[in-house]
């Protein structure tokens, strides 16, 4: 779970880095200097230049020991070429490194100045980015790939044409109140509940069930004082819900350092949700009892020995330890959970931590005030395997939707709808045939006789796996409504696509906004913009739930011009729209992808990095309302577009 959790706040880190761009004048704080000389048509010099660190060793260009580049340049657009190699200048040395198989390298330990021709066909925009990654070291260590994200002014360039902050677009004061005030307070409790349901489920596993009689008879039997005794597992359960409270403090300090988008980026980002693809897979072969999941010995046997300490202290690193050592069946649970809810921000992981530290921690406290009800608990056995196996088929169907994201945000075409569903079909086949003992895994017992519990389990996921399989074809029955959002959009990417006869829902226009605006001028009717992505689970629910409403579609197709905009589409602009945007608070952020535009879009005009979101506005540009958020009541969501819409008719008078 920790390093879960480190792991993404590294990758928040990151993240954060690479939204910032130094222009000329920032990057001299770091030490680089950069400028432009136009040489030719479309051809420019670029100067990088910098005074050094004292006691540190600047790796010159145009070397590669050890079959390392020490210096790279990169564009974010393939019409932009690099002639030839650096041509460097300053006091350089060179030396046989131990760390490159004692191969020769040069070095700069002061002022140097490096140059290179770029070339760059069609249009030359007035600002080009573009990132120098470079070695530094001393001694025995070195530090590689530093990257420099720069933008540098280009003479005769001209000028983007994109527009992020439009000045008409008053979201605070729309000409009329119907909308929604935020998301927040509709989300969080539903998330906490979420995590008190998954810290339940995490009770029942032999990590954690186990624990609470040997830990209540420790309370209890240890202190000549009942009393004392209730109040040292009450203290007990509430140190373990602030460990998993403190868990997601990172993710407020980082929040309140970077781009309001990053935690949509988490989700959204193809390569981190193949990493959870991978982690997912790991924790399901760890719940099948091929392996275990643990955090250093060295960190368990420190925790274990503080807890010997005196009353408070001993209590803290008792729950603690628990953490600890419970990891291997907590970790992929609160790990599923966290993953789950990335997106919308610091605020709710820690109401999805809350509700898991609740429901762990409380048993303890509630056991040690009646102590009677532990002869009502039933005995460890073979059926929290079970439970840890059963988790890991459900940790299986999560990482293919893991997988599904990437492949989404990306297009790559790899699981279409029915792929997916036909994933999750076998692997509810395979839990049904574990649940009757057709399929072992390790430390699992022969099933001799079907318990209570082992019957429920067998009827749940064979009702479910049954409902899955109408969604393998292209029927009218294919829909698949408990799930939606989940699965890839079936009007979009289907393996039927060339069938359009269940393309029924109403399909807006794309990223287009400037032509949205154009034929809402011309038609004379509201602009309604979805703000959307391609791995929004509850912008799917939106479309193929409500929209589907006949009242909702006929409102949408007859009444706007939609225009859906993809916060997380990957693909570029055309250079000239590339550009450096200063958000409302003062960053430097780079434009590159349309994903980039879009989002960018959303914050700085309406507020908001959740999707789905909803406005209506005028061809002009101006707020006919508040905005509407995810919103699963399709009555709610017909009263608010017949609010827009009445707005738009009242304000034309």
């Keep these: 779970m920790l390093r879960l959790i480190i792991s993404i706040s590294i990758f928040v880190t990151a993240l954060s880095f690479s939204g910032k761009i130094f222009s000329q004048d920032t990057v001299s704080v770091y030490g680089w200097k950069i400028s432009s000389n136009k040489i030719g048509e479309g051809k420019y010099e670029l100067i990088f230049s910098t005074r ?9 260009p145009n070397q590669e020991p050890g079959g390392v580049k020490t210096v790279e340049l990169s564009f974010p657009d393939s019409s932009i070429t690099i002639e030839g190699k650096f041509a460097d200048a300053g006091e350089s040395k060179s030396f046989s490194s131990s760390i490159f198989d004692n191969a020769t390298v040069k070095v700069y330990e002061g002022r140097t100045e490096w140059k290179t021709v770029i070339e760059i066909k069609g249009t030359v925009p007035a600002h080009l980015q573009g990132k120098l990654t470079y070695f530094y070291g001393k001694a025995n260590e070195y530090y590689p790939d530093l990257p420099l994200i720069f933008n540098v002014a280009l003479e005769g360039g001209v000028v983007s044409t994109t527009e992020i902050k439009i000045a008409s677009i008053d979201i605070n004061n729309p000409v009329s109140p119907c909308g929604d005030e935020g998301t927040m307070n509709k989300s969080i409790l539903g998330i906490f509940l979420l995590g008190l349901l998954g810290g339940l489920i995490a009770l029942l596993t032999p990590c954690v069930f186990p624990m609470i009689p040997v830990t209540v008879s420790f309370f209890t039997k240890k202190s000549y004082d009942r009393k004392k005794g209730i109040t040292n597992a009450v203290l007990y359960g ?10 997601t403090i990172p993710f407020h300090v980082a929040n309140s350092a970077i781009s309001p988008e990053i935690f949509n980026n988490i989700s959204t980002n193809v390569w981190l949700n193949l990493l959870f693809f991978v982690i997912f897979v790991v924790f399901a072969f760890s719940f099948f009892g091929y392996f275990e999941i643990g955090l250093p010995a060295g960190l368990a046997n420190m925790m274990d020995s503080k807890s010997g300490l005196g009353n408070m202290g001993g209590i803290f690193f008792m729950a603690g330890t628990l953490a600890i050592v419970s990891f291997s069946c907590t970790g992929p649970i609160l790990g599923t959970l966290l ?29 040690a005030m009646f102590p009677n009800w532990l002869h009502s608990l039933p005995k460890s056995g073979g059926w929290m395997t079970t439970v840890k196996v059963v988790l890991g088929f459900i940790e299986l169907a999560l990482a293919v939707k893991f997988l599904s994201n990437a492949d989404l945000v990306k297009q790559w075409g790899l699981l279409k709808r029915e792929v997916f569903i036909g994933l999750w079909v076998i692997i509810g086949l395979l839990t049904v045939l574990y649940l009757f003992g057709k399929i072992k895994f390790p430390h699992t017992l022969k099933v001799t006789r079907f318990s209570f519990f082992r019957i429920i389990f067998i009827i749940l996921f064979s009702a479910f796996t049954i409902y899955l399989l109408p969604g393998l074809s292209n029927s009218q029955w294919a829909d698949l409504r ?9 009007a979009t990417y289907s393996i039927y696509s060339s069938d359009k006869s269940h393309k029924n829902i109403f399909e807006p226009l794309q990223n ?11 038609e004379n009717k509201p602009v309604l913009i979805d703000f959307t992505g391609w791995a929004c689970v509850n912008c799917r629910r939106m479309e193929e739930k409500v929209w589907r409403n006949v009242v909702v579609d006929s409102l949408m197709r007859h009444e706007f011009v939609v225009v859906s905009l993809y916060v997380d589409e990957r693909r570029k602009l055309p250079l000239i729209e590339q550009t450096i945007f200063r958000t409302f608070s ?39 309302t508040k905005t509407k958020f995810y919103t699963p009541d399709a009555d709610e969501f017909i009263e608010w577009l017949r609010c827009g819409l009445d707005t738009f008719r009242k304000n034309n008078k």
Excluded: H, M
């Design 512 to 522: 287009d906004y400037k032509r949205a605006l154009a034929i809402a001028k011309k």
């Design 238 to 247: 509430l140190f373990i819900f602030i460990i998993y409270i403190a868990i």
């Design 482 to 490: 408990l799930i939606s959002g989940f699965p890839p959009p079936r």
């Design 586 to 624: 003062g960053q430097e952020k780079s434009i590159v992808t349309v994903g980039d535009k879009w989002a960018t879009f959303q914050t700085e005009n309406f507020g908001a990095t959740s999707q789905p979101q909803y406005a209506i506005i005028t061809a002009d540009e101006k707020v006919l």
């Design 52 to 60: 050094g660190v004292k006691g540190w060793q600047l790796y010159a």
């Design 339 to 367: 993953v789950s809810v990335a997106d919308q921000g610091a605020w709710p992981l820690t109401a999805g931590a809350a509700g898991f530290g609740i429901a762990l921690g409380l048993p303890f406290a509630l056991f």
